[in-house]
């Protein structure tokens, strides 16, 4: 079925978009991108998005014309033209840096190539935050640190490699080379012992996500709900020291883990159920 999509400045079916085969992203993975949904008809983290693309955009030196709420205007135009006013819609904005007949050398100035999509929410999203995920540890690909990590550029490998040996399981969990648990394939990783979160805060190591941000801040804001974050790496056998485990990202939002390879751990509906609502306590007041 065919859609409305943004590409450089026009709403335009997707049938009728092609990008050359010449833009640097799909030659190089030059450029970035963002993800992002709508609650109805809500984008509500659309700023931290925004202000994420931004500085992607500055730290690779491609220069973005179209300001947030430009950007949010066309979002939601296209959800209207996609006939998904009041459905619950995933967002991407991707942007390369354009087309380049030199080689990955940087030889002049470019022209990017802006392109955004909105479609309905896939129903395995929902799934995720709904009943929660299974999980596996990838021994055999170890994260290095890496300042990439601190950017969403469109160079995903490490994240297929991830989906490559997910397996029969819903999720994997990425280790460092102190087999350290970082985080899964596209989510940030948490670990809870009563109103205590704990997460990993390396730096250059795993990109410290939009949902991750809004619950931290959301946490210190409603100091009175007696939440606390404690920055801390967890090995696999520490994890019986804990109560659970959940991951957060953009599309599912804040959802549990339910297993960690053969190691089952405690759900505790009532504290994630609180954690979701100082996350859009923050977020709407």
Do not use: W
Not at 1 to 9: K, T, V
Not at 69 to 89: A, F, P, S, T, V
Not at 232 to 248: M, P, Q, S, V, Y
Not at 265 to 278: D, E, F, T, V
């Amino acid at each position: 079925m065919d859609s409305f999509i943004f590409f450089n400045g026009k709403i335009t079916l997707l049938s009728k978009t092609f990008i050359p085969v010449n833009d640097r992203g799909f030659l190089y993975g030059d450029g970035f991108f963002e993800t992002l949904r709508s609650y109805k008809d809500n984008f509500y983290d659309f700023d931290f998005h925004y202000k994420r693309l931004v500085k992607t955009a500055k730290f690779l030196n491609i220069k973005v014309d179209y300001s947030k709420d430009y950007i949010l205007e066309k979002i939601k135009e296209l959800q209207k033209e996609n006939g998904l006013e009041g459905r619950d819609c995933y967002c991407r904005i991707t942007i390369t840096r354009g087309k380049d007949p030199h080689g990955p050398s940087i030889k002049k100035e470019h022209q990017p190539n802006v392109v955004i999509e909105v479609k309905l929410l896939p129903q395995y999203v929902v799934d995720k935050a709904e009943k929660g995920v299974h999980a596996t540890i990838l021994f055999s690909f170890k994260k290095e640190k890496n300042i990439l990590y601190n950017y969403k550029t469109i160079n995903y490998l490490p994240s297929i490699i991830g989906f490559l040996n997910r397996k029969s399981y819903d999720d994997v969990i990425f280790l460092d080379k102190y087999n350290n648990l970082i985080e899964g394939i596209t989510a940030n990783l948490f670990f809870y012992k009563g109103k205590v979160l704990y997460t990993s805060n390396e730096d250059d190591l795993f990109l410290k996500g939009v949902t991750r941000e809004i619950l931290i801040r959301a946490i210190k804001k409603y100091s009175e709900e007696k939440f606390t974050v404690r920055y801390r790496n967890f090995k696999f056998n520490d994890l019986k020291k804990i109560d659970g485990a959940f991951f957060t990202n953009s599309l599912s939002g804040i959802y549990p883990i339910l297993s960690i390879e053969d190691f089952k751990l405690q759900h505790r509906p009532n504290i994630i159920s609180k954690l979701k609502n100082l996350y859009f306590r923050f977020l709407t007041e």
